[in-house]
C-alpha cells in the first residue's frame, strides 16, 4: 500500500474500500499465515517422530540380531 499508484490506496482515499475491511483483511492474512506456521511446525514434529522412531526400531532389530 505504499507504493505509488496502488490501487489499494485509490480505494480507501475514495472510499470504496473502508479502513475496517482493509484492517479485517490484515487480520485475517496475519491469523492465515499464523495457522501455516502452526502447521508446519505440527509436520516436522510428526517427521522428527517418525524419524525416530524408525531409528528406535532398527536398533532394536540390530541389537536383537546381535544377541543371537
Not at 485509490?10 to 492474512?29: C, E, F, P
Not at 495457522?35 to 508446519?40: F, P
Amino acid at each position: 500500500t505504499k507504493e505509488p499508484g496502488c490501487a489499494i490506496q485509490a480505494a480507501l482515499l475514495d472510499g470504496s474500500l473502508t479502513q475496517t475491511r482493509w484492517k479485517n483483511y490484515l487480520k485475517i492474512q496475519k491469523e492465515s499465515e499464523f495457522q501455516e506456521k502452526k502447521e508446519r511446525r505440527k509436520h516436522s514434529e510428526f517427521k522428527r517422530k517418525r524419524m525416530l522412531e524408525a531409528k528406535n526400531n532398527y536398533d532394536r532389530y540390530r541389537d536383537e540380531i546381535e544377541h543371537k
